[in-house]
């Protein structure tokens, strides 16, 4: 199956912004969606589609993406966005979801 | 209040059965397809299984397929996933969640509701 690769961790300074990237052949023909989990909690939807948000997510939060990367940015960090951050995809052949490895983000 | 609510998870020894379930409230279950992703405490996620909102194709991950089946009962808005030939491995916190598209053709594209999960321990 397709694997999604993520940084293990980025910082970024409160107010700052912060890119995380997502790598993997499945981006090239499928649009990442990105996740936010904060420790004891379930992951929340911040991006679908590559870059569109769900009802009542920050416009800080965005997406983008181009050939086997997609990227999720967060303009203007702040405290409560400390979490760990997951993108997904379905697979490249099969009929699987597949989530990226995880990135988490600290705000300093 | 749109929520999802898991249930069924327990301690099991290897080689058991678990059933879950998810009952669903607050939008209209029927629409959507919906999926089981299970999560080991301190690591990654990992998805499971979906049904699509008739129950007519159901997809699995390699690692359970052959031993999980999900299904769902759309009139008691309701969502289970039996787990036979439990192995230690498959040991996590189990999430129920909701695909964002309606109309069933992008079941990939984000899960934009997510239950609190329950827990699953395999151990003799």
């Known amino acids: 199956s397709s694997e999604l690769t993520q940084d293990p961790a980025v910082s970024v300074a409160l107010g700052q912004t912060v890119r995380i990237t997502c790598q993997g052949d499945?981006?090239?023909?499928?649009?990442a969606s990105w996740y936010q989990q904060k420790p004891g909690r379930a992951p929340v939807l911040v991006i679908y589609?590559?870059?569109k948000r769900p009802s009542g997510i920050p416009d800080r939060f965005s997406g983008s993406g181009s050939g086997n990367t997609a990227s999720l940015t967060i303009t203007g960090a702040q405290a409560e966005d400390e979490a760990d951050y997951y993108c997904?995809?379905?697979?490249?052949?099969?009929?699987?979801?597949?989530f990226g490895t995880g990135t988490k983000v600290t705000v300093l | 209040e749109v929520q999802l609510v898991e249930s069924g998870g327990a301690v099991v020894q290897p080689g058991g059965s678990l059933r879950l379930s998810c009952a669903a409230s607050?939008?209209?279950?029927?629409?959507?397809?919906m999926h089981w992703v299970r999560q080991v405490p301190g690591k990654g996620l990992d998805w499971v299984s979906l049904?699509?909102?008739?129950?007519?194709?159901?997809y699995y991950a390699d690692s359970v397929r052959g031993r999980f089946t999900i299904s769902r009962d759309n009139r008691k808005k309701s969502l289970y996933l039996q787990m036979d030939s439990l192995r230690i491995e498959d040991t996590a916190l189990y999430y129920c969640?909701?695909?964002?598209?309606?109309?069933?053709?992008?079941?990939?594209?984000?899960?934009?509701?997510w239950g609190q999960g329950t827990t699953v321990s395999v151990s003799s």
């Open positions: 499945t981006l090239k023909n499928y649009f």
């Open positions: 969640a909701k695909s964002q598209d309606g109309s069933g053709y992008f079941w990939w594209d984000g899960l934009d509701v």
């Open positions: 607050g939008f209209a279950f029927d629409d959507y397809t």
């Open positions: 589609s590559k870059n």
């Open positions: 997904n995809s379905r697979d490249n052949i099969a009929s699987l979801l597949v």
């Open positions: 049904i699509t909102w008739d129950a007519d194709t159901t």
